[in-house]
């Protein structure tokens, strides 16, 4: 089993940079794809970005392609998601997944076993 817990959430400025970090525990970090989606009320969850398990490839939805920043530190097991120029529609739950194996992209949520409780975001305008 994986264990995700998410961190950085809360109020941010329209225009102003979102910062969220995700901790994996249990098993081995080292082969975890990991990523991000979000969901707004009223909405459905919605895939942001994944970052490969090597650390080199990321896929990004376009909602925030050019403005995101997708990481990993494999010596803390800890993801990590910037998104610069943030905008109202940005708000909503941000919800840390994972999952092993070969399938790549991954963009919907079946699509990962493991999930992270959520944090929210809110944007003020």
């Known amino acids: 089993q994986v264990q995700l817990v998410e961190s950085g959430g809360g109020l941010v400025q329209a225009g102003g940079s979102l910062r969220l970090s995700c901790i994996a525990s249990?098993?081995?970090?080292?082969?975890?794809?990991m990523a991000w989606f979000r969901q707004a009320p009223g909405k459905e969850r919605e895939f942001v970005a994944a970052?490969?398990?090597?650390?080199?490839?990321?896929d990004s939805s376009d909602s925030v392609k050019g403005r995101l920043t997708l990481s990993r530190l494999i010596a803390k097991n800890t993801e990590y998601l910037q998104i610069n120029n943030v905008k109202p529609e940005d708000a909503g739950v941000y919800y840390c997944?994972?999952?092993?194996?070969?399938?790549?992209?991954?963009?919907?949520?079946?699509?990962?076993?493991?999930w992270g409780q959520g944090t929210q975001v809110t944007v003020a305008s």
């Open positions: 970052i490969r398990w090597t650390g080199d490839i990321i």
């Open positions: 249990g098993r081995t970090f080292s082969h975890l794809d």
């Open positions: 997944a994972a999952a092993y194996g070969s399938k790549w992209p991954r963009r919907a949520a079946d699509d990962y076993n493991y």
